[in-house]
């Protein structure tokens, strides 16, 4: 006779009958304890799930998920969170302006916070946020230009507020609680090199390099066309768009460009030596430019911004690759690279020297000419008298 206790209940059997039942009672123990392991691991992984914040309309200043509220509010600042679109790339966000508030708030303690924040224009309003409780790492500061910032907060607290203490705005494209930590980097793996560039390649003269047919908003880029290889540490790449709003004065129309934003590198590259390019575009007030190879020549007014073709040229390149530095934006229609021969220097000479009070620059048009205003006359950019 065997004699045993499992789950508080004393079973009598016989020894032959404990030996035949003894395995399915070890499985149905065995069972138990999975069962108990599944459940804790859910319970784990339910108190670990990601809940996501964003915005879309003006009533997602207020909203609840998975037991956790968000409120964004005025506070005491001088202008009220508003829900609204990025200028270029549509996507939805929520701009909250100076001593504004964000307040998340549960019943179980908060332990992981991140706010994915949009750039400011040209990078040069990204407010400071503060917190009210744990510690709140800013993803980024007014001298950043990058893509997007995280804010990453940590503690323990059932609510926590955060207030833009400093700066103008912040663009807070969602905000995300207990998840994977969000890193953002340029989308490297995905973009061509000089070791993509096919080595026998036969250039025409000149080589032409147009726009891609695609859209990119301030971030890293690089693109090969005819084997000349465009890369960009931060601009667009845009497509042609018609005049908003005919009826007003100002034409924002404009053909397909890629750009470099200011204070960043383009490098043309290609897989023999370039002799020199010229750039069809457009280019802003006072633009000015360097190159590392060659000499460059550009059109450039202290208060006028135009188009022109082209509007940039570098000669005697003499090496594989060119990077211009922009401290001045400049948009490109159209890339001309040449191998045989330099192209035609654009010679600025001329402007000062008929520039005064009585000047002023009417437009530059999109073949290259310059034409200067002056009484009843119009000088050539050389000073040539039209009319």
């Known amino acids: 006779m065997q004699i045993f206790r499992k789950n508080s209940l004393f079973i009598c059997v016989s020894q032959k009958l404990y030996v035949s039942l003894r395995p399915i009672l070890l499985f149905i123990y065995a069972m138990k304890k999975f069962a108990l392991l599944l459940v804790g691991i859910c319970c784990a992984l339910s108190a670990m799930s990601e809940t996501e914040f964003t915005f879309s309309t003006s009533a997602d200043m207020s909203q609840t998920k998975d037991g956790i509220t968000l409120t964004i509010a005025k506070g005491n600042g001088g202008t009220a969170p508003t829900v609204t679109k990025d200028y270029e790339t549509q996507l939805p966000e929520m701009r909250v302006y100076l001593d504004n508030t964000i307040t998340l708030s549960s019943s179980t303690p908060l332990t992981n916070i991140q706010l994915v ?169 006072a633009f000015y430019a360097t190159c590392d190879h060659g000499t460059m020549t550009y059109m450039t007014d202290p208060d006028y911004e135009g188009e022109g073709a082209p509007v940039i040229v570098i000669q005697n390149v003499d090496n594989k690759s060119v990077t211009i530095f922009c401290p001045k934006q400049f948009r490109c229609y159209k890339l001309k690279v040449y191998f045989k021969e330099n192209p035609e220097a654009i010679d600025t000479q001329g402007v000062d020297d008929v520039q005064t009070s009585e000047v002023r620059i009417q437009k530059i048009v999109r073949d290259g000419q310059v034409v200067i205003l002056r009484d009843d006359r119009e000088f050539t950019i050389l000073g040539t008298e039209i009319r």
């Open 117 to 285: 924040c949009a750039m400011a224009s040209s990078g040069k309003e990204y407010a400071s946020l503060s917190a009210s409780v744990g510690m709140l790492v800013d993803g980024g500061t007014s001298t950043d230009k990058t893509d997007w910032k995280v804010d990453s907060w940590t503690g323990s607290a059932t609510s926590v507020v955060f207030t833009l203490s400093a700066g103008k705005q912040r663009r807070i494209q969602r905000i995300v609680i207990d998840g994977e930590p969000i890193v953002i980097t340029p989308d490297e793996a995905n973009l061509p090199t000089e070791e993509d560039l096919k080595p026998d390649f036969v250039y025409p003269e000149p080589t032409i390099v147009g726009v891609p047919d695609t859209t990119i908003f301030k971030k890293e880029y690089a693109f090969i066309d005819n084997n000349i290889l465009v890369h960009c540490e931060m601009g667009s790449i845009m497509r042609a768009e018609e005049d908003s709003n005919p009826d007003d004065d100002e034409d924002d129309s404009h053909p397909p460009f890629f750009n470099c934003n200011q204070d960043y590198h383009i490098t043309f590259t290609a897989a023999q030596n370039i002799k020199g390019i010229a750039i069809d575009g457009y280019v802003r007030k």
